[in-house]
């Protein structure tokens, strides 16, 4: 059973759209992470959460905002989408800062046209 | 900014030898972890340090924060092994960042 849910899996877009990517976890963790992987890039971290509060963020463009209704979700809603947003998103957790061995889910792979 | 270079980017091993991947900083971090893509594409973890070695199986790892480096030694390798391996390590409390992964071929 995978302790980590992202939906959906795949996600194809029109530029200019927005879309919410869903990230729950249900290892009991306190701390929430989101990354991206783009073609022959390494994995780009994107945002922290520890608690439901932002602890760091990466990301550049406000487009990306992550939002968290609960301690075991941080979903990831992208406005004005363009095509060099395509990639695959991946969530992950870890137990809190002290302890922050990271355990990803499966990915949600965007694609924008 | 901070960086993980993680070398080589491929190795290819014959099955029953072994080989290291190595990871250096370019600024001090409080852990590294390894972890191993699986065939749907999952990253698994494989290892978590704080500070000196620790070994499980086949696979051993060793951080030195001080020196700024951090090695996965494979040895007797299996062709179960192939895949692609990721170092990642912590600036700060808040923040893993990865390396570029080393795609390992073990051969028959």
């Known amino acids: 059973d995978p302790k980590i849910i992202q939906k959906p899996k795949y996600l194809v877009a029109v530029t200019g759209s927005e879309k919410i990517l869903i990230c729950e976890q249900y290892?009991?963790?306190?701390?929430m992470y989101w990354y991206r992987q783009s073609a022959k890039k390494p994995l780009e971290f994107m945002f922290s959460?520890?608690?439901?509060?932002?602890?760091d963020n990466q990301t550049a463009s406000s487009r990306f905002q992550p939002q968290s209704s609960k301690k075991n979700h941080l979903d990831l809603q992208i406005t004005a989408l363009k095509p060099d947003d395509s990639a695959t998103y991946f969530c992950?957790?870890?137990?809190?800062?002290?302890?922050?061995?990271?355990?990803f889910g499966a990915g949600t792979r965007l694609s924008v046209l | 900014g901070d960086q993980v270079e993680q070398s080589p980017s491929a190795l290819s091993l014959h099955e029953g030898t072994g080989s290291a991947l190595r990871c250096n900083f370019t600024?001090?971090?409080?852990?590294v972890q390894w972890f191993r893509k699986n065939s749907r594409g999952s990253l698994i973890n494989l290892f978590y340090?704080?500070?000196g070695t620790k070994e499980n199986g086949r696979l051993k790892s060793a951080f030195d924060s001080k020196e700024r480096y951090s090695t996965l030694h494979i040895r007797d390798a299996q062709l179960e092994d192939s895949g692609t391996y990721f170092c990642?390590?912590?600036?700060?409390?808040?923040?893993?960042?990865f390396g570029k992964g080393t795609h390992l071929h073990v051969l028959p």
């Open positions: 959460y520890s608690y439901q509060k932002l602890m």
């Open positions: 290892l009991g963790h306190n701390a």
């Open positions: 600024t001090t971090m409080r852990a």
């Open positions: 990642a390590a912590d600036p700060n409390a808040y923040k893993v960042i």
């Open positions: 340090l704080a500070s």
């Open positions: 992950a957790s870890s137990q809190d800062r002290s302890q922050n061995t990271l355990y």
